[in-house]
C-alpha cells in the first residue's frame, strides 16, 4: 500500500499562490489514479484535482484556470499548484490514491489519504 504525507499549505492573502506537495512511500505513484480534494468547516469533503492513466487530468469548475496539478515520478510526489486564491479556497487539502486508473470525483472511491495540510486565505 502507499502512504501520503501533504505539505506546504499555510496562510496567505488573498491573490496569494502556495504550491502543495504529496510525498508518496511504499508504492509507486504510477500505480494509482491520484487527487487533491479539500474540506471547509462545515462542508463535504470535496473534489478538487486528479490525474489518471496515461496522462489525463481534470480540474474542479471552482479552480480551472487558477490551480494545476502535476507530478514527479522520479520523486514520487504529486504537486497543487494554487494561484490567485481567495477566501473561498480555505480548507483542508487531501492528498488521495486510488487504485486502478479510473477518474472518480468522489472521495469514497479513494483508498488511501494524507493527513491534510491546512490552506487559509485571508481577505
Known amino acids: 500500500q502507499v502512504q501520503l504525507v501533504e505539505s506546504g499549505g499555510g496562510l496567505v492573502q488573498a491573490g496569494g499562490s502556495l504550491r502543495l506537495s504529496c510525498a508518496a512511500s511504499?508504492?509507486?505513484?504510477?500505480?494509482?489514479?491520484m487527487a487533491w480534494f479539500r474540506q471547509a468547516p462545515g462542508k463535504e469533503r470535496e473534489f478538487v484535482a486528479a490525474?489518471?492513466?496515461?496522462?489525463?487530468?481534470w480540474h474542479a469548475d471552482s479552480v480551472k484556470g487558477r490551480f494545476t496539478i502535476s507530478r514527479d515520478y522520479a520523486k514520487n510526489t504529486v504537486y497543487l499548484q494554487m494561484n490567485s486564491l481567495n477566501p473561498e479556497d480555505t480548507a483542508v487539502y487531501y492528498c488521495?490514491?486510488?487504485?486502478?486508473?479510473?477518474?472518480?470525483?468522489?472521495?469514497?472511491?479513494?483508498?488511501?489519504w494524507g493527513q491534510g495540510t491546512q490552506v487559509t486565505v485571508s481577505s
Open positions: 490525474f489518471t492513466r496515461p496522462s489525463n487530468t
Open positions: 511504499g508504492r509507486t505513484i504510477s500505480s494509482y489514479a
Open positions: 488521495a490514491a486510488k487504485v486502478g486508473y479510473g477518474l472518480s470525483l468522489r472521495s469514497i472511491d479513494y483508498d488511501y
